[in-house]
């Protein structure tokens, strides 16, 4: 058996059915997605536009495409068109744009509040009270092509599970108190994606309903990414 599709059900295998697998294909190439596609895969996840576009193109159009990654507001009309969910809204500027590309689509655009949780430095997203404002906005409530469906989180790259855990349990906070504010009448928002390769047991755990895992399924990826 080719090293893709059994190291995917080895993973489905610990995997509930409520919650879903994002498999995370960046940096790999259109034959590796093939051979998960093949093996009855459907939901895979990019963080780049120009390389998510290029392998839809590519690929069979039954695919559920996540992206997930950070996104420049100049590139999500490339993106626009076909993409399933966006996990990684950081700002009310990109939420606008994803907004008017999406009337120019024709469709509602579903998207996750990223989150920041993490120690790091580096990780994007928005506050507590950065999340409010924009809910809370004339701006956000004029919005007639994107739907608020959860939030997403990264956790700290660690061996510490005391803290990823409790980064998570946050972010499981931050959930349930946008769900009682402004949006416990919506469907939709029932979304909760957390949990990698690295930590996506701690993030079942914690009340993960989405997990991007990438390197466990495809193998270690080149760094180099210029
Ligand atoms: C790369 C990436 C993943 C998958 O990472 P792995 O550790 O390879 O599972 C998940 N989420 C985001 C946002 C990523 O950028």
């Known amino acids: 058996m080719h090293p893709i599709i059994e190291n995917l ?83 009310m500027k990109l939420l606008q744009e994803i907004n008017r590309q999406g009337l120019k689509n024709n469709r509602t655009i579903d998207c996750l509040l990223q989150f920041y949780i993490a120690t790091e430095e580096t990780k994007f997203g928005f506050s507590p009270d950065e999340a409010a404002e924009l809910l809370e906005s004339e701006n956000f409530q004029s919005m007639k092509n994107i739907h608020i469906c959860g939030v997403m989180g990264m956790a700290t790259y660690t061996e510490n599970k005391t803290l990823i855990r409790q980064e998570f349990k946050t972010l499981y906070t931050y959930f349930s108190e946008l769900k009682n504010k402004y949006f416990y009448n919506t ?35 080149n760094h180099i990414t210029t």
């Open 187 to 221: 469907q939709y928002f029932k979304e909760i994606s957390m949990g990698m390769t690295n930590d996506f047991y701690i993030a079942m755990e914690e009340g993960s309903t989405i997990v991007r895992i990438g390197s466990a399924i495809f193998g270690e990826r």
């Open 9 to 91: 059900q080895k993973i489905s295998s610990h995997i509930p059915d409520a919650i879903k697998l994002i498999a995370v294909s960046k940096l790999k190439p259109i034959e590796d997605i093939h051979v998960a596609y093949n093996s009855g895969h459907r939901y895979f996840g990019e963080n780049k536009a120009m390389e998510i576009k290029a392998k839809w193109e590519a690929l069979p159009k039954d695919i559920e495409w996540h992206f997930i990654g950070h996104l420049q507001t100049n590139k999500v009309k490339y993106i626009a068109p076909f993409v399933h969910l966006i996990h990684s809204v950081d700002s």
